[in-house]
């Protein structure tokens, strides 16, 4: 019954099944901190971060966009932003071998992550 261990694992899995070959994150426009105005609690601000986050492997740019959203720690533990309510799902894809989310292992093209990275790490 707890959706934070379920859908995790069922990402993993269905990643594992049938694999993403292109991983697009569009970050040019965004709401910080919130998925939208239906999550109470959250202050919302619409950002311009200008960044467009592209891959061949899905964890690797997952772990480059929780850097470039200015998480300080891609593995942290369910608790830990941005993995709050749930475990994280860029780890478990690692551990069923879908991908690194050791940032040192992971080329990145273009402009640097210190370059992009929000100041704005959210409380």
Do not use: Y
């Not at 939208?36 to 619409?46: C, D, L, R």
């Not at 899905?58 to 959203?69: C, F, L, S």
């Amino acid at each position: 019954n707890d959706s934070g261990f379920r859908i995790p694992r069922i990402v993993t899995d269905v990643c594992g099944a049938r694999p993403i070959h292109l991983g697009i994150i569009d970050g040019i426009t965004t709401l910080n901190w919130s998925e939208g105005p239906w999550v109470k609690g959250k202050t919302q601000k619409i950002a311009s971060p200008g960044v467009l986050i592209c891959g061949l492997n899905p964890v690797a740019t997952d772990t480059v966009g929780t850097a470039v959203m200015g998480f300080p720690n891609v593995r942290a533990v369910r608790g830990v932003a941005p993995f709050g309510p749930g475990d994280n799902h860029i780890v478990l894809a690692e551990r069923a071998g879908l991908g690194t989310c050791d940032l040192a292992r992971i080329e990145v093209v273009g402009q640097p992550i210190e370059k992009v990275r929000s100041k704005e790490f959210p409380s």
